[in-house]
């Protein structure tokens, strides 16, 4: 199973709104609504930001958002705020009762 | 409150084998998957396997079949992983990280500290 794609980079300016896509298969992010995206600080765990395509945890930003289309899911934050720098991954359930993550995108805010 | 508590850093020779604990509290055990993801140093995320606490069921990623177990035991709410034949690239922090109530559950909603490995001569 390979990797999801993304951007191995993405920036933004505080208070505008980035993208991060992840690209999978009609094995994995296509046919399923089973994708999360994580946000990982240096050092830290990841943290749950956005799964099931398009759901927030409670206590999550609603600056966070998550949607896909056909084999590409993408995350969106607006508002960006200095906080958000970090790395993020996405995931996706496949069609071989596995899991697959993103390479990881790493966010630096200007 | 949920917490996933993982055991300590570990050193380990070239050919050795490793086994990582997880323990859960704060919710009922049985009632989650719990996934293994790795991290190698500077690298991302790579998804290891899944256990089913309740039956013990596991699903593990084809990378790993052969070398890797991951087991339970209920009277201490404690999920364990082990991972025999020990190479210089399995060095990584191992992270267990509770999923949902469903096998397919996206949910990865609480993850432990991390253990790190590091396996050198």
């Known amino acids: 199973q390979s990797a999801l794609t993304q951007p191995a980079s993405v920036s933004g300016s505080p208070g505008q709104s980035i993208t991060i896509s992840c690209t999978g298969t009609?094995?994995?992010?296509?046919?399923?609504?089973?994708v999360s995206w994580y946000q990982q600080h240096p050092g830290k765990a990841p943290k749950l930001m956005i799964y099931?395509?398009?759901n927030r945890p409670s206590g999550v930003s609603n600056r966070f958002s998550g949607s896909k289309s056909g084999n590409t899911a993408s995350l969106t934050i607006s508002g960006l705020q200095a906080e958000d720098e970090a790395d993020y991954y996405c995931?996706?359930?496949?069609?071989?009762?596995?899991?697959?993550f993103g390479g990881g995108t790493k966010l630096t805010v200007l | 409150q949920v917490q996933l508590v993982q055991s300590g850093a570990e050193v380990k020779k070239p050919g050795a084998s490793v086994k990582l604990s997880c323990k859960a509290s704060?919710?009922?055990?049985?009632?989650?998957?719990i996934h293994w993801v790795r991290q190698a140093p500077g690298q991302g995320l790579e998804w290891m396997g899944i256990?089913?606490?309740?039956?013990?069921?596991?699903g593990y990623a084809q990378k790993f079949q052969g070398r890797v177990t991951m087991t339970r035991d209920t009277s201490t709410s404690t999920v364990y992983i082990e991972l025999s034949s020990l190479r210089s690239e399995d060095t990584a922090v191992y992270y267990c990280?509770?999923?949902?109530?469903?096998?397919?559950?996206?949910?990865?909603?609480?993850w432990g500290q991390g253990s790190l490995v590091t396996v050198s001569s």
């Open positions: 990280a509770r999923g949902g109530w469903a096998y397919s559950s996206s949910r990865f909603d609480y």
């Open positions: 704060g919710y009922t055990f049985t009632s989650y998957y």
């Open positions: 256990i089913d606490p309740s039956s013990g069921y596991t």
């Open positions: 009609s094995s994995d992010v296509g046919d399923y609504n089973y």
């Open positions: 099931d395509v398009s």
């Open positions: 995931s996706s359930y496949t069609s071989s009762r596995t899991w697959v």
